[in-house]
C-alpha cells in the first residue's frame, strides 16, 4: 500500500480547502487502495469567508490545521511533522486557501511566498523523485517552488489567462488543459489537473482528480 500525503490548507473554497476536490482526492486514494496522510500547516489563517454571503466573515481567526481537521475527520497531523520518507507520494488539493493559506499568491500573484513548511516538504519530495499532484490554484504555488528550484514543469490550471501568465513568470510551462482531464510531466513526476477552475460539478472535478491520482500512483510505482 502506497501512502500519498494530501496537504490540506482548511475548509471551504474561498478562504481553505475546496471540499469536494479534497474529497474526492481522498476518494479517489481509498478506491485505488492508497493510505492518505492528511496534513496542514499549523497556522492562522489569512482570513476568514462567510460562504453563505461570500463576504468578509465577522468571527475570530481560525487555524488552517484544525479547520483541515473538519474534512480529515480528525485524522490530520501538523505539516511539519511530516518527512519525506513516510510518503510515496504528495497532492495538494485547492480552494483558495491554496493561494492564501499555503502560500500568498492570492495577494502577491508572482511575487508570492510559500509557507516554509510547504516549500521544505514539496522541495524534499522533487528531490527525491517522488511525484507531486496539484489540483486547481494550487499549480501556482508549485511553479513558485519549482522556479526557485529552476525547474520548468509543465503545468495547468485549465485556461486562465491571468493566472497561466503567472506561472509562467515564476518559471513553469502553463498548458491549457480540460476539467476532465490532467496534465502529467514524466520529467519532473508531476501531474495537474484544472478542477473547479473550471468545473461546473462535482462529476466532471472528479473524474479530473480520479486521474490525477491514478498517475500519481503510476508514478509512485503502485500501478
Known amino acids: 500500500m502506497k501512502t500519498i500525503g494530501v496537504c490540506l490548507s482548511g475548509c471551504g473554497f474561498l478562504d ?46 481560525r487555524n488552517v490545521l484544525i479547520e483541515s481537521a473538519r474534512i480529515a475527520r480528525g485524522e490530520i497531523v501538523e505539516l511539519a511533522t511530516v518527512r519525506v520518507e513516510q510518503i510515496d507520494g504528495l497532492i495538494f488539493p485547492g480552494g483558495y486557501g491554496a493561494a492564501k493559506n499555503l502560500c500568498d499568491f492570492a495577494a502577491r500573484g508572482a511575487d508570492c ?12 519530495a522533487l528531490k527525491a523523485r517522488k511525484p507531486i499532484g496539484v489540483i486547481c490554484i494550487a499549480p501556482a504555488m508549485l ?30 510551462q502553463h498548458c491549457d488543459c480540460p476539467v476532465r482531464e490532467m496534465i502529467v510531466d514524466e520529467q519532473h513526476r508531476i501531474v495537474s489537473t484544472p478542477a473547479y477552475m473550471l468545473g461546473r460539478g462535482p462529476a466532471e472535478v472528479f473524474e ?15 500501478a
Open 208 to 222: 479530473g482528480i480520479s486521474k490525477l491520482v491514478k498517475e500519481v500512483l503510476r508514478l509512485a510505482g503502485a
Open 143 to 172: 511553479a513558485r517552488i519549482v522556479g526557485k528550484l529552476d525547474l520548468h514543469p509543465r503545468l495547468t490550471i485549465g485556461t486562465d489567462r491571468s493566472t497561466a501568465e503567472a506561472i509562467n513568470r515564476m518559471g513553469a
Open 113 to 124: 511566498r510559500v509557507n516554509p513548511e510547504v516549500e521544505r516538504l514539496t522541495t524534499a
Open 16 to 61: 481553505g480547502s475546496e471540499i469536494h476536490e479534497a474529497v474526492c482526492t481522498l476518494l479517489a486514494l481509498d478506491q485505488a487502495g492508497a493510505k492518505a496522510l492528511c496534513c496542514a500547516p499549523n497556522v492562522a489563517q489569512s482570513d476568514v469567508v462567510d460562504h453563505l454571503k461570500q463576504k468578509p466573515g465577522d468571527g475570530p481567526p
